[in-house]
């Protein structure tokens, strides 16, 4: 049987990532500004055939199922040190899948997350539409979960009080690390917890690239925001 758990390149060695549809895929709320605009997602799935057929295949599967395969995999991995959603694409979206499978699904994904917790694991959840955020978050309630959303209008930076991100750049390159980090002390002024994500080339002033999965700022509540330079 093949894992559906993957491997990433940008994550440490002890983690591991679960996607459930292709980047662009009908999970991926239309309002995103990076949907079929150049998210970083493309690249992989356009370069790697067998990635890209991994994806297409668990876009359509019941995601429960899915979630149950993940859920077996996961308690057999030793040292597992940080879990994230979507690598490419996103969660799914109650409307994308139907009743009977979406409830199917709510009731798994919070039992995986759970179990996830209790063997004291980090979770990294981005959703990309502030609807999608209040629904996972519905799910999870009362488990120490953040679900982290992607806030997808500048201005909106000025008046959000839930764990977010925001992605700098409208084309990819290292030219928009700068912005990265002037655009973080600005809204750390608000009184704001803000953090650029380091597993981005050019980000760590050290010199050193850092992984995905390094310093979990996904992961805590008490990180306001986590900006990402479009890369």
């Known amino acids: 049987m093949n894992s559906v758990l993957t491997q990433f390149s940008k994550g440490v060695k002890t983690s591991r990532a679960l996607s459930f549809n292709l980047a662009g895929s009908r999970f991926c709320d239309s309002r995103c500004k990076l949907k079929g605009a150049g998210c970083y997602a493309y690249q992989p799935q356009k370069q790697y055939k067998g990635y890209r057929a991994k994806l297409k295949r668990h876009g359509q599967m019941n995601p429960a199922n899915l979630v149950n395969l993940a859920r077996y995999e996961a308690n057999n991995i030793k040292n597992l040190s940080w879990f994230r959603f979507s690598v490419s694409g ?3 979206a109650k409307s994308a899948i139907n009743r ?3 409830r199917e699904f709510i009731r798994v994904f919070r039992d995986l997350c759970s179990e996830l917790n209790a063997h004291n694991v980090p979770i990294h959840l981005p959703v990309e539409s502030i609807e999608k955020a209040r629904t996972y978050r519905s799910i999870l309630r009362g488990l120490p979960i953040v679900v982290r959303r992607t806030i997808q209008d500048k201005r909106n930076l000025a008046n959000f009080n839930d764990c977010a991100a925001y992605v700098v750049g409208d084309r990819a ?5 700068g912005e990265a980090f002037r655009l973080a002390e600005e809204i750390r002024q608000t009184g704001k917890t803000v953090v650029v994500c380091p597993a981005i080339e050019g980000v760590s002033q050290s010199g050193i690239k850092s992984k995905c999965g390094g310093c979990k700022s996904c992961s805590h509540k008490l990180v306001d925001l986590v900006i990402f330079s479009r890369h």
């Open 90 to 92: 996103s969660v799914p």
């Open 100 to 102: 009977k499978w979406w």
């Open 173 to 177: 390159g290292k030219h928009n690390v």
